[in-house]
């Protein structure tokens, strides 16, 4: 079989790891050729490839970042570029299917986070054998149990949620984390719950300034004189935008000065006269060695990809059902987000061991 | 109510999250007392009690071991001491009742490993309310999903093997890693995969020096000079005790000369002429700061079992039947071992991926 | 002998250690009683002290953080308060004094930054025998060749780097990350080589946003489509404020839009029409576990401290003169700013293996 | 100029740090041409080279090992190989200088230990130039102040005892960490003050058991019933060999049952009747990426190195003379060593915050 691999989207630990495993699996198992494409869709619209024989997936499982390179603005069916100093914009995705065909290939391995997975599924109609591997390091898919990159980055906030606790105590002051989340509370939750921060703040709760500012003050009764709060970037005010306008009163428009972990640090300064401090985490959370969890998932979802090619589950993509890897048809699976439940499971464990959620 | 807390048996990441969740539960949720008691069952033999009071618990999460202190030799039905320079052994259990009494505690949480959990189910007939929280490293408990420790150990592992492969790789060697793993071999293979591994020996898999020497020789002819095999202590080659016969030859007597690792190192470099070097992790695996899965989880064991004892489900332990934390029984529970499946699961993906079990 | 000791200003790893090892070696060596004074010269102000024999200071090596509290608005000449919702300020040195006196002290030592130790040599001229410990992350004081705390920020950033590299690679992007470091580049400058950066911007050298352009054309014209560089929060362009007015025209007032990593990102966007995007780091460089290096600073610090007290070398800091451990006089050592230098050492050395600083 | 690489001896992290900065300061900075050698020196007998153009080193500065690979058997005045199954014997010297001048060099710069630079400067009396950078990851040469990969070996060191710490906190038990260190106890003594060890034992100071008993016994009376030890692999017993005999009593032959750490645990056990375990770090300590003191310091060594091959310092090695990098003769730094002072520096420190060496 003549087996093509690409990667889409955004950084996340453990592409490495997949694209490994589906050349491993594919060589060693069947005796396939695997061929690269560079930079996502890219890489089939200008034909740009790279060999994946053995040697070339050698030492990459504890690597970051992916060897094919990805892209975030290679849609072929709406490609965007620069002709004569012009933005234009064009349906080349019969270009992809002919470097398909010239390649020979039997099937192309997708992996990507839902956009990505969307274009995939679109070429099925076009005639191509494609196969998604979903990668979301939000953890925010309903149709798999967990995505890979997630336990990494919910490590990595843990760790600098580490870090930041200490500071907190020893200087009692009010530190704001901003992970990652525009959607899902996944990772603020899970990195909250697991570096013990006192208060959380998700998209599906909407927060209430005045209640936490209530919640310090009711620690500081206890004799606990700092508090730290993970905010999800896409956390709101249960008053919506408020806390912009308060901002920037006495400006003339409205700009956003700062995501919304700033502002919450801003605010509660004004409220409790506290000291208050943001760190906003950033590209951190997507860099980095993967996590053993993540390896190991992110090598049975490339190892069963490889399979699935030859048992011809074709427009399916992988995916984690407990303790299976199960194949789910990608047009059931795409643009299903999971979101953290606002009751029960980890919102109600959290509640229990005394953590907030600003309502 | 008024609930008692300890701790038994060997160390595991997670402990102190576990003792923070049930306090912080306890009194947040239900405004209980909680008394946790010293070194195991030996607080109770004597007791030796600690209050943990919201402020005991404080900052013990990221924390390794567990701030009650834990011990291997006190069973109470077989207590063993030394008197007038004698070893003794006795039936202390009414004095266990006693204290229990004593401190008017309406539930014993108790956490700990088999041997720990079964003492608690006697006491049941003694009319003591008991809950359990299972505690064992090497995941080999069948009544739960995953046990608390087990991720961070592997990630240990991981991190011993990320660093043991570029040595293994500049300088042409066969390294060999012995990991925990008595009876199962989860650590071996999650670690071994994780940490991408060649060969990977586990309990489960009997496996034959011959055949590894042979895969050693097979990578060498694909231009690969080196080789790292995972070893759980536990493994054992199909032939049994030959190894340590031929290690001693010569000897008047049988005697061990070191762990499982250390005999295939020495034997391969006999079979194979090549540099072999053997790493015994040892006791870096039971400790360190718990990764985000296992502080996660061991916050869920804590709550729930504190949740528990107000439900009365005495004679119970926590379990993680995914995604749910469950009541076992504990007669149901006990003694029933999880081994690695020899066919299917992790088995099936790491030799999808090429890597053999030496056999 | 009665020893107090106090800590003043940011977090700083290494903290606990210095504590840990004055206090073990005064009372080890010395059997003298110390004192801890709770968040800086306020505990001197109010009195609030914490009992520092051994058990308080068993355990506290690795954390991060000062079990002893710190302050950064505590100036006892200058005491702002705040009396009937009025803010004032006073002088209430002479209550320091008198603390000073009622606990019977024969000296004080003061682990702290430039501000703190002023404070400390000015209380020599009201009697006090006082030794000052020096801390600076930033490592930017002159009278001493390393400061505790820096290279623990300087792996932490480190790390960092190497997480957003393969981003960067990954995705073909300007990755920009701002560090600390107000007035001396030592932190961006140690980091940027260990991390392997391409460009590295500190306050000792003005930068220009079109030279950094070129670099990046120039990277790209050799096959590297992604560029990190490591900011300063102090480094500035060549032509001053001119960033900031570029990016708030049409903006009816000029605004602070966020650092310098920030705006070099934007201007690098619209220079290059590449992807750029800025991590600020932030307060995970304060905090954390101490490497290797500045707990065994820190022990040296703190143990020759109290050898000091004993040698009556008040108004004298500990400074590393490397190998030794020396007595450096308050009044020679504050003020004395070490920056980085714009040729030779680091620098050099920076310039040979390519990396640019933006001149 | 034509410039030679090659990595000699034991794994040690940095040296691929090294590689790069010779690599980027001699092409960037001179427009060299660079040329690797396979394996130590046998790339020279086999004429075994690799291209180090600037590609090649991109992306190894955080990665172990070496991607020249190493060798310790090849010194090639006494060349060992098997001819015709006959381990022979031979002086393959000239055919390295022909390699040599095949290949045009105008120096070869050497990265090894004492064995491997000896060999180097052997070879200037044969007409090659030849530069070394010194690779002794115990730091044991007294010709330099500090040697690269040290550094993250104490670190990776403290971090196990870090683990080991709290387990023998909770678990009440005596625990040994063995760490590499055959001549001198830099290792020991750095990683146990960072890490808090209660006793260490290092070659310089012959311990004795007995008094180790003691100290554990006076822990014991101030409440602490735990104690962590440190020993360097090279520590000895003052009255030498009794361990030994005494372990194998009975035995009719005397053989070596482990290492000094494994020793110490047995009679500790015997001594104190408390549990005693030993943990060998063994190679974990040669691997992993290196801390940013070891990057900077190897990337000032490289590219110090091309720099002294353009000033023609032919046999030299380049020695870091804090806070310069110095060039010394070879004939003067070889078989230099540079042991533990037994009465001030480290020690010092070390035994007054009450860390004993078992003397």
Redesign the interface.
Known sequence: MRIGVL?GG??CPG?NAVI??VV??AI??YGDTVIGFR?GFSGLIKDKTVPLD??SV??I??????IL????RDNPFRYAERRNGQATQSDVSDTVVETYRKHELDCLIVIGGDGTLEIAHKFTAKGLNVIGIPKTIDNDLSAT?VTFGF?TA???V???I??????A????RV?VVEVMGRDAGWIAI??G????AHIILIPEIPFDMERIAEQIYTRKG???HFTVIVVAEGAKAAGGDRIIKRIVEG???T?R??GVGDMVARELEELTHL?A????????Q????P???D??LS??YG??A??FAHEKKFDHMVALR??DIAAVPLSEALHQMKRVPPTG??VE?AR???ISFGD
Chains 1, 2, 3, 4 share one sequence.
């Open positions: 990667t955004g950084d592409l490994r495993a491993k699996t060693h198992q930079d053995l040697p050698s030492g499982l504890p690597r970051g970042g992916t390179g990805s892209s975030n149990h336990d919910v490590n990595t843990m760790e600098a580490d870090k930041i606790m200490t500071t105590e020893s200087h009692h530190m899970s990195a719950m697991a570096g013990g206890r004799g606990k400006s003339s428009e700009v000065l700062g000291e401090r943001c760190t906003v985490l950033g590209h951190i997507r860099g980095g060695t996590s053993a969890f390896r190991i090598t049975r190892a069963t490889a399979v407990t303790p499971g980890h464990t229990r061991v005394g």
